[in-house]
């Protein structure tokens, strides 16, 4: 459960608000799409709420009917497991470890599950938006804004590595802003959520050469990297062991 001064920033437990954002979907077009009890929910047009879609899938902005909260739903690609029981059992683990880490900074991770031979992973829903869009639409941020970030990403990625996971693919698409009142982030800075701890090392194909058992995700057909490549470390892209100081760097 996201922590109460995290609920101070951002509701992502408003389930009157997501049944208001769509209320005239037409019938034909709102079948329900579910993974497990999770309904993807739709846009007023009809389509699915997609959040984006990389490498590892699609994200979708779903709904938990039992709990009545908004969740983020990935749905991971099906080349990336494919039918290797290994694979998928590692991808479990990961994900259970993840959830296992809980810090203001970090996205909670609430559930993992297989649908119609489609795993998908459940996560804390951010109201807010990533690094990445904020950077492309305002330019560079300030110094103190930098800090701040750096401080409470370092704070997300030390706690991590208490419980022996590296993140493997810091990023600003990773790094999620929870929305504030402009005069807030004015007075106190953004506030930052790291997403999706545990899928980069869970995701390795099966038979993709590597040293460390998980440090590379590989797509078999183009050897394609599914880190960024731009903001991957050394060894990283040399596919050599790594550890936090690869997530610092």
Excluded: C
């Amino acid at each position: 459960m996201p922590s109460p001064e995290a609920n101070d920033d951002y509701d992502d437990l408003d389930f009157a608000e997501t049944v208001r954002d769509h209320p005239a979907v037409p019938p034909l077009a709102a079948a329900v799409l579910r993974f497990g009890r999770y309904e993807v929910l739709r846009k007023k047009d009809g389509t699915l709420f997609e959040l984006g879609r990389g490498g590892m899938g699609v994200t979708y902005k779903a709904l938990d009917p039992g709990l009545r909260r908004t969740v983020v739903l990935k749905v991971i690609r099906a080349d990336l497991l494919g039918n290797d029981p290994q694979a998928r059992a590692r991808f479990r683990r990961e994900a259970r470890s993840a959830a296992g880490v809980h810090h203001p900074h970090i996205a909670t991770v609430f559930d993992i599950g297989e649908e119609r031979g489609e795993d998908y992973y459940v996560m804390e829903f951010i109201a807010g938006e990533d690094l990445h869009t904020r950077l492309k639409r305002d330019g560079p941020l300030s110094v103190a804004a930098v800090v701040q970030i750096a401080r409470q990403v370092a704070e997300a990625l030390d706690a991590a590595w208490e419980q022996g996971i590296v993140h493997r693919d810091i990023k600003p698409g990773n790094l999620m802003l929870a929305h504030r009142p402009p005069e807030r982030e004015a007075r106190e800075g953004p506030r930052v959520k790291v997403v999706d701890f545990g899928l980069a090392k869970a995701l390795k194909v099966a038979g993709a050469s590597t040293t460390d058992a998980a440090s590379s995700i590989l797509v078999a057909s183009t050897l394609r990297p599914i880190f960024s490549p731009a903001y991957a470390s050394p060894e990283q892209i040399e596919d050599e062991a790594v550890d936090i100081r690869s997530d610092f760097y």
